[in-house]
């Protein structure tokens, strides 16, 4: 293995197959095909797939999963019978240090709070062939951005951002566990042959502008379901004015959009941060085969014969965006979100400021933020927020640390956190003096669903650049533009801010840190995984029980779902995150989250049994301990969000049979597919409002489940009358004999 990342012969290998794929598809590609086409698991299934609607099986090189969801997806892959990963794989401890006071501190906090979880990912790891990353190392993204990706690769990771990669031309899709033990056990890796949304960069980032803006403009256009099932590709002379790690920036944030992963061709800015990263041989062999790593130049004369949709943006008119709150699509460009403050009435006051995430966390980001902080300090501004940081990897933080970008922030007040991602995924103990004031934060990260970063319902959470983060904390409102405005500071002058500037790369390299890689064994046989029966952080996995051979009949409505019901809905994160190896103990969260239809409350739906109201998670127990399977129904877009496979495998263990629903996120539904349950649509969206809150309900024409025949529900109405509708399903060949075994995962052991 070449730096253990990929075969010195992978491009040569690579060209040869796309010879073959030109041979057989005989028309000009794009980038996201060719490196598709060339990872066909088998290459005598070579054919022309449609788009959005034909499955391939596909061969990925690589594997990364993060602390979180590796717990389930190891604890998955020990049942499957395999000595080694079957491709090169890593665990990242990125998702389970709480940020609190401080780096040192809550790593050292972290390390014994999650000792039992660090030693059962670091001794499975070690068994098996898969390179550790210590708490502290730094986000799982970062990580790989830094070590593992490569232009042409293909890799699945278990967190739904793992198409960061795709900033180094890297096909990299978010996956569930079940997915990812699929690839290290060395199946057929299946995916629906994505659709392609061509955007066209033109002009030149400037300014206040930031490669984060990209992705947030484009986020307004396609809204949160916009990229479902598409691979959005970039192209167009406005690349070049992109570093690598902002195109990252702007792959990274394409989960937003429910897009399966984004990508850029390679370049010099590519082949500069491979060089600077330590992978010069990568940077150099793909250089020789540089035409091949960009899409043809047919497609890029005439984009919309070759995309399903094209999309331009010009840079030079691109303003800065701050989106929210609540949701990642509600976009403003920095020239209309004071009039959209004042006509939303919402709370003007920035409370706290954040930077650092999987998406803004490099070298450049902090470069340019601290280059605000500097004016700050230099011009005797006091910030009038909080101010946290949390940087992307430890290579990126000591060097920062040399390079006297941290010192700005920590002179204004600024707290540095651990390499790690904290407040972005809800690991953040915020101090505030009133919880039920309504308030408003800014943040560099991807997601602002509510609750997420504090649990606080009241919390306004905004999402932008780090550059304007860093501003808006400065000001201490969201009204203040720093194109146009200044800051009073402690004298009382007017200080206008000069736009940011700062190094994509440090020009004296990266410094020598820690890497936090622990390389596995090279023989793990004799390593034992141990997990104690009293465990209340791991659990050994029970296989789900096979289909019965029968029609679901007389199924309780568990809940009616109403409005947005994210994963983050589905299954919490925050203190949750402890019990993602403890399927019994996690499933507690279950949709605790979720608005109620019928009474517009989270946690309170109706048991059946008794005409009592209860937790979700309760009421399903006691469905279950009655022998009654259970479904749920939900709006549009259900399972939103994060990879989380627990999504599914919760309501699957508490007895859930279906989820019935208006449309599903890209991840989710696979999820539910590869846990054993049905994940079936409405035909007729206003069919959602014939479900009533204390009926029962048949699916039916399961016995003659097949690819393309809608199944048919039947509501039994508390008053006696009945209704049936058509609900459709995407389930293939395959995957119904997924259903019928009970889950994938049994597939492996028939």
Same mark, same amino acid.
């Given at each position: 293995?070449? &730096?253990?990342?990929?075969? &010195? ?16 598809? $005989? ?15 088998? !290459?005598? *299934? ?27 997806? /190891? ?33 050292h !906090?972290?390390?014994?709070? $999650?000792?039992? +979880?660090?030693?059962? /990912?670091?001794s ?26 490569? #232009?042409? =690769?293909?890799?699945?990771?278990t ?23 699929d ?10 042959? #994505? ?31 916009g ?55 990568i940077? *150099?062999?793909?250089?020789? +085969? ?21 999309? *331009?943006?010009?840079?030079d ?6 989106? %929210? ?12 979100? +004071? ?5 939303k ?15 803004n ?15 700050a300090?230099? $011009?005797?501004?006091?910030?009038k ?6 940087? =992307? ?19 204004? =007040?600024?707290l ?16 505030t ?5 309504? &308030?408003s934060?800014?943040s ?21 650049? #780090? ?27 007017a ?37 104690a029966?009293d ?14 051979? $029968?029609?679901?009949?007389? /199924? ?14 589905? !299954? ?20 605790m ?10 946690? *309170?739906?109706?048991?059946? /049994? ?11 127990k ?7 399977? !259970? ?10 969000g ?44 206003s ?7 204390n ?5 039916? %024409? ?16 508390a ?5 049936s509708?058509?609900?459709n ?22």
């Amino acid at each position: 293995m070449q &730096n253990n990342i990929l075969p &010195n012969t992978f491009y040569s290998e690579y060209q040869k197959r796309l010879t073959e794929v030109r041979s057989h598809l $005989n028309r000009p590609l794009t980038l996201a095909e060719k490196i598709l086409y060339v990872h066909l698991f088998d !290459s005598k *299934e070579l054919k022309s797939y449609e788009r959005g609607s034909d499955y391939a099986y596909f061969a990925p090189d690589r594997v990364a999963m993060q602390d979180a969801t590796a717990q389930m997806a /190891l604890l998955q892959f020990m049942n499957a019978g395999k000595s080694k990963t079957a491709v090169p794989s890593s665990v990242h401890c990125d998702h389970l240090v709480t940020a609190k006071v401080g780096a040192s501190d809550d790593l050292h !906090s972290a390390n014994i709070t $999650n000792k039992e +979880v660090y030693d059962f /990912l670091l001794s499975v790891s070690q068994k098996y062939g898969i390179d550790f990353w210590k708490p502290g190392a730094g986000i799982i993204h970062q990580v790989v951005l830094e070590n593992y990706a490569f #232009p042409g =690769g293909m890799m699945v990771g278990t967190d739904s951002h793992t198409p960061n990669a795709g900033g180094l031309s890297m096909i990299a899709i978010g996956v569930g566990g079940a997915d990812a033990v699929d690839v290290m056990v060395g199946m057929p890796w299946e995916l629906k042959m #994505p659709k392609l949304i061509g955007v066209k960069l033109t002009g030149r980032m400037n300014g206040w502008t930031s490669p984060k803006d990209v992705i947030l403009k484009l986020a307004g256009i396609l809204t949160v379901k916009g990229g479902t099932n598409a691979i959005i590709e970039y192209f167009g002379e406005g690349l070049s004015s992109l570093s690598a790690t902002g195109k990252a920036t702007i792959c990274n944030m394409g989960a937003e959009v429910g897009a399966t992963t984004s990508i850029f061709p390679f370049d010099e800015k590519t082949a500069y941060y491979l060089k600077a990263t330590g992978r010069a041989d990568i940077a *150099e062999q793909a250089a020789a +085969v540089a035409v091949d790593l960009q899409a043809d130049a047919e497609a890029i004369a005439a984009p919309e014969q070759y995309y399903d949709r094209v999309i *331009e943006i010009n840079l030079d008119e691109l303003e800065p965006y701050i989106n %929210g709150p609540f949701t990642p699509d509600a976009a403003h460009p920095i020239s209309e979100f +004071v009039k959209i403050v004042k006509e939303k009435n919402y709370p003007e006051t920035v409370e706290v400021g954040l930077i650092g995430s999987c998406t803004n966390s490099s070298y450049e980001d902090l470069a340019k933020a601290a280059s605000i902080a500097r004016q700050a300090n230099e $011009n005797n501004i006091e910030t009038k927020a909080k101010f946290i940081l949390s940087p =992307g990897s430890e290579k990126v933080r000591a060097t920062a640390e040399r390079d006297g970008l941290l010192a700005p922030f920590e002179q204004f =007040g600024g707290l540095i956190m651990a390499n790690a991602c904290g407040p972005c995924i809800g690991q953040w103990k915020r101090q505030t003096d009133d919880p039920q004031a309504l &308030n408003s934060i800014v943040s560099s990260f991807n997601r602002n669903f509510a609750k997420r970063a504090d649990g606080n319902p009241n919390t306004y959470h905004f999402v932008t650049s #780090p550059n304007l983060v860093t501003a808006l904390t400065l000001a201490g409102r969201l009204t203040f533009n720093p194109l146009t405005d200044t800051i009073t500071n402690k004298e009382g002058k007017a200080i206008k801010l000069q736009e940011p500037v700062g190094d994509e790369l440090p020009l004296e390299g990266f410094a020598q840190a820690e890497s936090g890689c622990l390389k596995p064994s090279a023989d793990g046989s004799s390593i034992e995984v141990k997990i104690a029966p009293d465990s209340q952080r791991l659990q050994k996995l029970q296989p789900f029980a096979p289909w019965d051979g $029968n029609d679901y009949k007389g /199924l309780a409505l568990l809940i009616k779902t109403q409005g947005k019901c994210t994963t983050d809905h589905i !299954s919490m994160a925050g203190e949750w995150l402890r019990f993602r190896g403890h399927l019994e103990n996690i499933s507690d969260n279950l949709l605790m989250g979720a608005v109620n239809a019928f009474n517009e409350k989270t946690n *309170e739906v109706l048991n059946p /049994l008794d005409g009592s109201y209860g937790k979700v998670s309760q009421v399903a127990k006691t469905l279950k301990s009655q022998g009654i399977s !259970s479904i749920v129904v939900a709006e549009e877009n259900y399972g939103e969000g994060s990879s989380r496979e627990h999504a599914a495998m919760e309501p699957r263990f508490l007895g859930v049979k279906a989820i019935l629903s208006k449309s599903f996120a890209r991840i989710h539904e696979t999820n539910l597919k590869k846990q054993g349950l049905l994940a079936l649509t409405f035909a007729n969206a206003s069919d959602y409002d014939k479900v009533k809150e204390n009926d029962t309900i048949d699916i039916l %024409g399961l016995t003659e489940f097949a690819p393309g025949k809608p199944l048919t529900i039947k509501l039994h109405h508390a008053d006696g009358s009945e209704e049936s509708f058509a609900a459709n399903h995407t389930y293939n060949t395959e995957q119904i004999e997924w259903f019928k075994a009970g889950c994938a995962l049994n597939m492996m052991k028939i």
